[in-house]
């Protein structure tokens, strides 16, 4: 439902693009795309650009990068929007055939964060593959209702997952909000499957930018929600690893991807959707699973 809708919204806006450009420019064909493809380029900047803002309101300390830092990061940042957005999310069947799992005693499951799909992980899950380790993923929809009602997904695919494999556990990978949903996994049904869980970027105290998302989980994820506040009163029951960006654009205060109890791994001048795509998250977690 994500890509498709998604793909579908994507046609639509650059329709009305076209249109606009057609109808207020007197454009010719040919303009009104190259119009309608900039429009759309610089949307996304513009998105960009909010969250950072929001970023340097709810900033805590990081380390200082250097202006190119900043450049580079920025940059990343857009463009990894612009292909996960653009590209990715849309025409994911292109970019994600259906899992490969085999027997394996210890599979991964990778899960996602909010508004997206199983797609973000098409780097990520041909550097895990290319390791050797055999790798599922799945899709929580729908997009924007209460984290809960996602979990029996989640605990839906372990099962399937095991099953396959012929694995006792799997190990949680999350990004974002999936980190949520994990841990609020672990604390409905418990850690019979899970060995270890690690959060790539997770609100794990939430997000200042919540508040102007969309949606049952956005408002879950708002810091101080009291969502928020049951699913930190309970353990984590399992190992747990904290990959975090402290100049994360999306998840601010940057801290609030500390989660208490688990390892501690900083990956600094990373912006939040551009994690997805650095090979150091790629070694980062690698290490985390050994």
């Known amino acids: 439902m994500v890509p ?3 793909l579908i919204g994507l046609a639509l806006e650059m329709a009305a693009y076209v249109a606009a450009a057609r109808h207020f420019l007197g454009a010719s064909w040919d303009l009104a795309a190259l119009v309608a493809i900039a ?8 998105i960009v650009a909010v969250t950072w803002t929001f970023a340097a309101i709810f900033r805590s300390p990081a380390p200082r990068l250097t202006p ?17 957005f653009v590209a990715v999310l849309p025409f994911e069947r292109l970019w994600m055939p259906v899992d490969r799992l ?8 990778l899960v996602h964060g909010y508004g997206c ?10 550097q895990l593959e290319a390791a050797g380790y055999i790798v599922s993923t799945v899709s929580l929809v729908p997009p924007y209702t209460h984290i809960g009602k996602l979990v029996p997904l989640l605990q839906e695919r372990i099962e399937e997952t095991c099953r396959t494999t012929g694995a006792e556990r799997v190990v949680l990978v999350a990004h974002s909000m999936g980190g949520l949903v994990c841990r609020s996994y672990l604390s409905r049904f418990g850690a019979a499957r899970v060995e270890r869980l690690v959060t790539l970027a997770s609100p794990h105290a939430g997000s200042a930018l919540a508040r102007i998302g969309i949606g049952a989980n956005a408002r879950e994820m708002e810091p101080g929600s009291r969502w928020l506040a049951d ?3 309970e353990s984590l029951r399992v190992p747990a690893v904290s990959l975090r960006t402290p100049h994360d654009n999306f998840v601010m205060p940057q801290d609030n991807q500390r989660l208490p109890g688990a390892q501690d ?25 050994r």
């Open 4 to 6: 498709l809708g998604l």
């Open 231 to 233: 699913l930190a009163a």
């Open 265 to 289: 791994v900083e990956l600094a001048g990373i912006g939040h959707l551009a994690v997805l795509y650095a090979d150091r998250t790629a070694a980062a977690l690698l290490a985390a699973l």
């Open 39 to 46: 429009a759309l380029f610089g949307l996304r900047a513009v």
């Open 68 to 84: 190119w830092g900043w450049l580079h990061m920025v940059v990343g940042e857009y463009l990894a929007f612009l292909l996960t």
């Open 117 to 126: 799909s199983r797609g973000v992980w098409w780097r990520l899950r041909r």
């Open 102 to 109: 085999s027997p394996n005693p210890r599979p991964l499951l």
